[in-house]
Nanobody, 115 residues
Framework: QVQLVESGGGLVQPGGSLRLSCAAS????????TAWYRQAPGNERELVAE???????NYADSVKGRFTISRDNAKNTVYLQMNSLKPEDAAVYYC?????????WGQGTQVTVSS
């Protein structure tokens, strides 16, 4: 079992920045990748960014150059640094830990981008 706790969401103006955090506990060694997804009202959930245990990263085209995913192994925490935020980035952001044959989801954190 893996438990995930997200934090860092909030209200930011267009062009601003936020950093989301995802702290993992439990069977940490079973995680081979951690991802951030987001879902806006009326939209399907979409992959935003992913970091593989070996260090590789993947990003949605819509966030490339603006968002950066990273991790602190000592803190068992994955971060999503979001810069140059746009209104269309507003959504509930979810952290996902990938283990063999399953995914664990966090509870989500709201990001609102508005002036």
């Amino acid at each position: 079992q893996v438990q995930l706790v997200e934090s860092g969401g909030g209200l930011v103006q267009p062009g601003g920045s936020l950093r989301l955090s995802c702290a993992a506990s439990g069977s940490i060694s079973s995680i081979y990748a951690t991802a951030w997804y987001r879902q806006a009202p009326g939209n399907e959930r979409e992959l935003v960014a992913e970091i593989i245990t070996g260090g590789g990263t993947n990003y949605a085209d819509s966030v490339k150059g603006r968002f950066t995913i990273s991790r602190d192994n000592a803190k068992n925490t994955v971060y999503l640094q979001m810069n140059s935020l746009k209104p269309e980035d507003a959504a509930v952001y979810y952290c996902v830990a990938r283990v063999l044959f399953s995914n664990y989801w966090g509870q989500g954190t709201q990001v609102t981008v508005s002036s």
